[in-house]
């Protein structure tokens, strides 16, 4: 599966310079953080993902 995310400017020159640091490709180093995200859950983040879900509802109805 493929996603597009947008970061700000601060967002992406962070992964740009840690995916340096690491050696690896930016794509790489966002793709295993959101895998190491849902590998690790926490309520926190649930929470989180039920309000940005709620926020943009409609937006996902008008998609659909």
């Given at each position: 599966?493929?996603?597009?995310?947008?970061?700000?400017?601060?967002q992406?020159?962070?992964?740009?310079?840690?995916?340096s640091r690491?050696?690896?490709?930016?794509?790489?180093?966002?793709?295993?953080?959101?895998?190491?995200?849902?590998?690790?859950?926490?309520?926190?983040?649930?929470?989180?993902?039920?309000?940005?879900?709620?926020?943009?509802?409609?937006?996902?109805?008008?998609l659909?």
């Amino acid at each position: 599966m493929a996603i597009a995310i947008e970061l700000s400017d601060h967002q992406a020159q962070a992964l740009n310079e840690a995916a340096s640091r690491l050696q690896v490709p930016e794509a790489e180093l966002a793709a295993a953080a959101v895998r190491d995200l849902l590998a690790h859950q926490s309520a926190d983040f649930d929470v989180a993902a039920q309000r940005v879900f709620e926020k943009n509802q409609e937006l996902y109805r008008r998609l659909a």
